[in-house]
């Protein structure tokens, strides 16, 4: 890395363990904590939510050590999703890990704007369920407004991040103690199983219907891994993930337990998106409508300059180590990586145009979103396995200590294994018709610098993906897809 890059971070400051830890919070307290009352209640009542979250808890802590424990095995590396998967399996596997989170992002964040859509709608009939022309044209003017707000700088845009995620904590916090105030044991027992209201399948299938919610609301946990090469000492970024994590987990429970608690699962089922607006009103009156949309709007744009801040930290540090094409790794005057802000931009501008063709397009950015997170986060615990079995890393640490780390780390490649399976076929699919195309920017890279384009392991690896972005082209082309 040059001079120049390296100066940005000292010039703009360094981030301590407070606002690391905003910004794995910001990442993950969007738009999805407000969607939880009516995504849990289709799918399960009380006990299916609980067993949920202690599956989706464990799992996301494995996750968050495994980012925790590279920080500290390999403190040299930066931009943790993609240099993890890189170092480990070759220049292929990283640059897929780089692609698959950025393409989440950017489905995030076009979700995150859907959302706000769908918020407005509430009280002005032309933003709909969020994927109207007016909807997407109020989008279009939020992407660039903070196009411009991150442009001057990325320490000024996690300052604001770090401000914006307390004021957007407190009305989730205040709906949790409003919820249990109205707590009813007759609603709250009723809901324990929600057998009595209908069918909701066996308690496995409960379980796996909730799983890609779970996981979407937990994307961002390598939040600070991602902003490492900003932290103050190395082991902050360990410190920052676990403590985020934490935070988020104990906010997201309680905020489905108090819906249980207050309202009846059919209700919550059929409550309008954003679903904690609506419960809330129905128990505080109209009143409560306006203060949670608030909260949503707020919470969201926190989420999004986060999210935006990320996709575009994990195009700029590929660039710069020769693995993405030499255009995105330009900076401007303040330090931004600007080339790969303006792609990521300009990727939201044109996803949000896709919802105006999209069937449910909330749900659809929400799935799409978590699914191409999969990838990154199976290869960083794949890493980090690795580094277990082989010992690498490992000199001079007691084998109890690698011991525990190796079976964290397997826990979480199990972890993502079974989410790959609970995301289904077609959003793997979708998944590799984005990564086919997007290695023609691996085959330039690799072009500029003179350097060999794939090992025969990676050959393999190519053809799969093509394979599968074939098959998957053809099944949205004959309808056996749906978006």
Known sequence: ????????????????????????????????????PARFGVATGILGSLIAWAVAGAGMLMLAFVFQNLAIRKPELDSGVFIYAKAGFGDYAGFNSAIGFWASSIAGNTFYWVFIGATLGAFFDGFGDGATVLAVALGTVGVWTFHYLIARGVRDAAVINRIVTVFKIIPILV??????????????????????YGDLGSLD????????????????IEGASVYSRYAKKREDVGKATVMGFLSVLSIFALVTLSSYAAVPQPELAATRQPSMVGVFESQVGDWGEVFMSVAVIVSVLGAYLAWTLMAAEVMFIPARQDDFPEFLGRENASGTPITALVVTSLAVQGLLALTLFVNDALNFMLDLSTSLALLPYLLAAAYALKLGLTGEAYEGVSAGVRRRETIVAGIAVAYTIFLFDAAGMKFVLLMTVLLAPASLLYVKARSEHGRRLFTPAEVGLFVLIVAGGVFGAVGLWTGTISL
């Open 175 to 196: 709906f949790i103690v409003v919820m249990f105030f109205y707590f009813d044991a007759g609603v709250f027992a009723d809901n324990w199983t929600a057998y009595g």
């Open 1 to 36: 890395m040059s001079t120049e890059t390296e100066a940005a971070p000292a010039a703009g400051g360094k981030m301590s363990v407070p606002t690391l830890t905003a910004m794995v919070v910001g990442g993950m307290v969007g738009a999805g904590v407000f969607s939880l």
């Open 205 to 220: 299938e409960q379980i796996r219907n909730t799983m890609l919610i779970t996981t979407f609301v937990f994307i961002g």
